[in-house]
């Protein structure tokens, strides 16, 4: 009988070894665990897309370009024709510069006539009879008038060349 005694004397030192072993792992499995919830979340996958399949992609594009394809096409109309109201209008303010450029240098030359031809009247005039106030002011409206009329003229000039020039380029595209 004896010889059963140390058998079982190691087999319960083996079982208190596996069994703090045991505990061990226990605690290590705790420790483990304990912070399950927050893994969980950092691991939860996230799904960023959807794969659809190709008829119903070309569908959905065939959609958006029938829907927006109308409005586009206005707005590159509308942006044509602003681009060539704009064209139209530096056309015209060129000419109106190149007008007033050519009346300026007109008006240059005419004033120095005429101030050529007022110091020959004023000395016509002293040797003759004086123009008295209201006639004097009947000629001065008058100049006037003739040198708006002339301005008119000028402009209108302006204005048939420019439109000359517009239909030009119309022809040429054409």
């Given at each position: 009988?004896?010889?059963?005694h140390?058998?079982?004397?190691?087999?319960?030192?083996?079982?208190?070894?596996s069994?703090?072993?045991?505990?061990?792992?226990?605690?290590?499995?705790?420790n483990?665990?304990?912070?399950?919830?927050?893994?969980?979340?950092l691991?939860k996958t996230?799904?960023h897309?959807e794969?659809i399949?190709?008829?119903?992609?070309?569908?959905?594009?065939?959609?958006?370009?029938?829907?927006?394809?109308?409005?586009?096409?206005?707005?590159?109309?509308?942006?044509e024709k602003?681009?060539?109201?704009?064209?139209r209008?530096?056309?015209?303010?060129?000419?109106?510069?190149?007008?007033?450029?050519?009346?300026?240098?007109?008006?240059?030359?005419?004033?120095?006539?005429?101030?050529?031809?007022?110091?020959?009247?004023?000395?016509a005039?002293?040797?003759?009879?004086?123009?008295?106030?209201?006639?004097?002011?009947?000629?001065?409206?008058?100049?006037?008038?003739?040198e708006?009329?002339?301005?008119?003229?000028?402009?209108?000039?302006?204005?048939?060349?420019?439109?000359?020039?517009?239909?030009?380029?119309?022809?040429?595209?054409?």
């Open positions: 009988m004896s010889m059963q140390p058998n079982y004397s190691d087999c319960v030192a083996s079982l208190r070894s069994l703090s072993y045991l505990e061990s792992s226990v605690d290590t499995l705790g483990g665990v304990q912070d399950f919830p927050r893994i969980t979340s691991l996230v799904r897309y794969l399949p190709q008829p119903t992609l070309a569908a959905a594009e065939a959609s958006l370009r029938d829907e927006i394809g109308p409005f586009i096409a206005l707005l590159l109309d509308r942006s602003n681009l060539e109201r704009q064209a209008r530096i056309e015209t303010l060129k000419a109106r510069a190149e007008l007033n450029a050519g009346r300026l240098s007109h008006y240059g030359h005419h004033s120095e006539r005429h101030e050529t031809k007022r110091d020959k009247k004023a000395s005039a002293g040797k003759g009879k004086q123009l008295d106030g209201e006639a004097a002011l009947r000629a001065k409206v008058v100049r006037q008038r003739k708006a009329l002339q301005y008119s003229v000028e402009r209108l000039e302006m204005e048939v060349a420019q439109k000359e020039r517009e239909l030009r380029k119309r022809l040429d595209r054409a």
